[in-house]
């Protein structure tokens, strides 16, 4: 396995983490009031939009030659952070801000 087979691989691993953490947050998001629900599901909409362009651009990516690999493997992920930022919004409109806090390093003082 080439590298780039690797690297397509890990990022597809990785969306199935991302949707199993999308699944666990709409379930979360059940239990909260209309307005909340209303707002997660247009941000996960948005979320939603930037995850199938990424799968598109990883598709995109197995069909290139390897000497288009680097200019494509930049903006894969360039996608995978502007998805991260979208699933850590929705995430704020849920009040799921624990989730967040595990991510940030301990505060000192």
């Known amino acids: 396995m080439d590298d780039r087979q690797a690297y397509i691989g890990d990022l597809r691993a990785k969306l199935a983490q991302w949707d199993a953490r999308r699944e666990r947050l709409r379930d979360q998001v059940r239990r909260s009031d209309a307005a909340q629900r209303d707002e997660f ?29 680097e200019d494509f493997k930049e903006g894969i992920e360039r996608a995978w952070g502007e998805l991260g930022q979208a699933l850590d919004d929705t995430v704020d409109v849920e009040g799921a801000s624990r989730q967040r806090n595990e991510k940030a390093p301990p505060e000192r003082g």
């Open 41 to 69: 599901e247009r941000r996960m909409a948005s979320a939603d939009l930037r995850r199938r362009s990424l799968e598109q651009q990883i598709a995109d990516a197995e069909k290139r030659p390897q000497s288009a690999w």
